[in-house]
């Protein structure tokens, strides 16, 4: 009957996020991995981090520059939306992997506020966490064969201007979804071994501070 209880008991101490996965527990997810794959990650987040920050900044200070040239000069700055596409592109796909380091894209799905039963939550997030993980490895997979598509010409298609090949952006997007699906693997990973009533090192480092 205690046995019963006591697993209730761990049911009832899942952290819930607003998405009924783990994004309310006090951990940074790369931190529960091995140390091999852990610290490769977090200095990926951080290269992510510069390219956002470079991009925001190159993107608000060209749009001005074409503001003061073009108003104030009566210039132009010369093909400025090619090399600033996939500069934006690439900033807007560093955000993204940055988001779902920190669980923040928009998830739509009401059952997390509708579900009450603690097992019931924890199977709703353990399905929505394989289904996401999967979606992003199919669209890896996706780019993976776009890619093979561009390399197939004889020469690689590339804007009109500046000759920035098409396929720089679609690598870009790519590795990001690559990135994406690594913490998705990861936040799977650490819900599994929450949801078996395994140690997590937050766990401890908690019993230390209190």
Not at 78 to 86: P, R
Not at 102 to 110: C, Y
Not at 165 to 184: C, E, G, K, L
Request: glycine share 10%.
């Amino acid at each position: 009957m205690s046995g019963k209880n006591d697993d209730h008991a761990q049911l009832d101490d899942l952290p819930i996020g607003a998405g009924g996965e783990i994004d309310g527990h006090p951990i940074k997810v790369t931190d529960e991995l091995p140390r091999v794959i852990g610290v490769p990650m977090n200095l990926m987040l951080i290269a992510m981090k510069g390219i956002v920050m470079f991009s925001g900044f190159l993107m608000a200070f060209t749009f001005g520059a074409v503001v003061v040239i073009r108003y104030g000069f009566g210039g132009d700055l010369f093909a400025y939306e090619e090399w600033l596409l996939a500069i934006s592109i690439v900033g807007f796909f560093a955000g993204a992997v940055l988001a779902s380091e920190r669980q923040l894209h928009i998830n739509a799905d009401i059952l997390g506020i509708i579900i009450q039963n603690p097992r019931l939550i924890w199977i709703r997030g353990f399905v929505v966490l394989s289904i996401e993980l999967g979606v992003t490895l199919f669209i890896v997979y996706a780019c993976y064969i776009s890619l093979l598509d561009d390399f197939s010409f004889p020469r690689l298609r590339a804007t009109t201007v500046l000759r920035i090949p098409f396929v720089s952006w679609r690598i870009a997007i790519m590795v990001a979804f690559t990135f994406m699906s690594m913490f998705t693997a990861a936040y799977l990973y650490v819900h599994i071994r929450k949801g078996l009533g395994l140690p997590l090192k937050s766990d401890s480092l908690g019993k230390v501070a209190s």
